[in-house]
């Protein structure tokens, strides 16, 4: 079961989107072979995501969440506002997310 979807906002730009049990938001970034602006290294894999630097969200108001994502696992840092904080979860499929596809 793949932890990232990757959808396309717009055209050839592809954003990662990651299902945050901290937050229980998604929460987005751009790898940064594909766009402009602030990027993160990502090692290709979407069901073993392992992505760099750390992921700094503040949102909703007065909400921190600061992780690094490595190897499919969230590793929720000490700063993080929200009950996950200090904790390593597993990465997991957004519940509102469409279901995959299936290949036949
Ligand atoms: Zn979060």
Not at 22 to 34: A, F, Q
Not at 71 to 91: I, K, R, S, T
């Amino acid at each position: 079961m793949a932890a990232v979807a990757i959808l396309t906002t717009y055209p050839a730009v592809d954003y990662l989107v990651l299902w945050c049990p901290g937050c229980e938001e998604d929460h987005m970034i751009v790898p940064r072979r594909t766009g402009p602006g602030v990027t993160w290294d990502w090692n290709g894999d979407c069901e073993k995501p392992t992505i760099s630097p750390s992921i700094l969200s503040s949102g909703p108001p007065q909400t921190q969440c600061h992780s690094f994502v490595r190897d499919g696992v969230w590793e929720f840092l000490a700063d993080c506002d929200h009950a996950l904080a200090g904790q390593h979860v597993p990465m997991t499929r957004g519940p509102h997310w469409p279901p995959e596809p299936t290949t036949n």
